[in-house]
């Protein structure tokens, strides 16, 4: 029993990516108000087999009303509430609990709308039995597709992971676009002269960025008073130093792996020892520049 508490527990805590893109939130609410008009228009439970008059023209309108809160939670709920979708916290236990809140706002405007447009149509259900009803629609889809959705997505990310960590062990990086790298802050007058070799990787730390370097055989830090984005616009020239993440420039010669959940990827680096999130664009060019070499 408590085997079966914390492998439930794991699975809630596990990584989940939320639909960022406008053709990701299109396509998922799409599906979802197309999957409850065929389940209510097959099955037609709760007294619609009854109904006899505009039956689909009724049952569309359960579709759309999915799909248009679907839409209003992923675009303008996140819009008025940005601190709720921490998107590198985003979870499967945050998934569902979204999930619930877009059932019961659905059940709320179903509710209204069965109220105003299908009073001469269907039986009248209270909003407690509206609750009930989409619920018991609703959320055997959301938790199927969330453990369908999680799974495949951790197997090709991990997939994806252990061919590019394979790859990663067969080749090194260098550049040669320079003898040299001279980060520079903005003041003008802090400088750090690098080979390309010694650079391990950057971390923005709001106006400032600090740098890992080797020296002498030992990983040195240093803070520098300049932007991630100024510091990326000068190691422009340097193919394979390249910026992976918002908070983040990482030179691929010093990557040891890379590991992959449901959500994204992340590089290893072993000394120092960090896990370095990356976009989600980047393993894919990524691939595409180890393929070349």
Request: charged share 10%; aromatic share 20%.
């Given at each position: 029993m408590v085997q079966h508490i914390h492998a439930i527990r794991s699975w809630l805590n596990k990584p989940f990516p939320f639909a960022e893109t406008p053709k990701s939130k299109l396509v998922t609410a799409s599906l979802f108000g197309l999957f409850i008009y065929l389940f209510l228009a097959f099955f037609q439970p709760f007294g619609i087999n009854g109904i006899t008059s505009h039956k689909h023209t009724?049952?569309?309108g359960f579709g759309g009303i999915t799909f248009a809160v679907m839409m209003f939670n992923f675009v303008l709920l996140r819009i008025f509430l940005p601190s709720l979708f921490d998107l590198d916290r985003w979870v499967v236990s945050k998934h569902i609990l979204?999930?619930?809140w877009n059932i019961i706002?659905?059940?709320l405007f179903n509710w209204l709308y069965n109220y105003k447009v299908g009073?001469?149509?269907a039986k009248y259900h209270d909003l407690p039995s509206f609750l009930a009803i989409t619920a018991g629609v609703g959320l055997i889809p959301v938790v199927f597709l969330t453990l369908l959705i999680e799974r495949e997505l951790w197997i090709r990310h991990n997939e994806i992971a252990h061919?590019?960590?394979d790859r990663l062990k067969k080749q090194q990086y260098f550049s040669e676009s320079g003898d040299s790298i001279t980060l520079v802050a903005e003041s003008l007058k802090e400088s750090l002269r690098l080979s390309p070799k010694q650079l391990v990787c950057i971390n923005s730390e709001g106006n400032y960025s600090k740098?890992?370097?080797c020296e002498n055989g030992k990983v040195e830090e240093r803070l520098m008073r300049v932007p991630l984005k100024k510091v990326e616009k000068q190691l422009e020239e340097f193919d394979t130093i390249v910026r992976c993440h918002r908070s983040y420039i990482v030179n691929l010669s010093h990557i040891q792996k890379i590991s992959g959940n449901a959500r994204a990827f992340k590089l290893h680096i072993s000394n120092p020892e960090l896990a370095i999130?990356?976009?989600?664009?980047?393993p894919k060019a990524m691939i595409e520049k180890i393929k070349v070499q």
């Open positions: 009724y049952l569309l979204f999930s619930l706002l659905i059940a009073e001469q149509i061919d590019v960590s740098v890992y370097y999130p990356v976009s989600r664009s980047f």
